[in-house]
């Protein structure tokens, strides 16, 4: 589905098994949180994956971070955890 109106982000979620849920933030300037979790050994591991999209002094920053181990050659050096960093001019 190609969305009719785009803000800053446009999010499209496919699950196995449950309908698609297409979906964006309400105001120009809104973002997103998104947090993974997986099971692990038949419980919910502490690990998690954030991916979060938001607006900061006019550009739009897409981060995704962890608290698993990342590969490497996958991993940027921000002092904060994020993982990797998406940047664009609106």
Do not use: C
């Not at 938001?54 to 921000?78: H, M, P, W």
């Amino acid at each position: 589905m190609s969305p009719r109106n785009v803000r800053n982000f446009w999010l499209t979620l496919a699950v196995d098994g449950r309908s698609t849920i297409d979906t964006g933030p309400q105001a120009a300037g809104g973002g997103f949180k998104l947090t993974i979790l997986m099971r692990e050994k038949g419980e919910v591991s502490e690990h998690r994956v954030t991916v979060e999209g938001r607006v900061v002094n006019g550009e739009l920053i897409l981060d995704a971070s962890t608290d698993a181990k990342v590969d490497q050659k996958f991993r940027e050096s921000y002092s904060d955890g994020t993982a990797f960093r998406v940047r664009s001019q609106r």
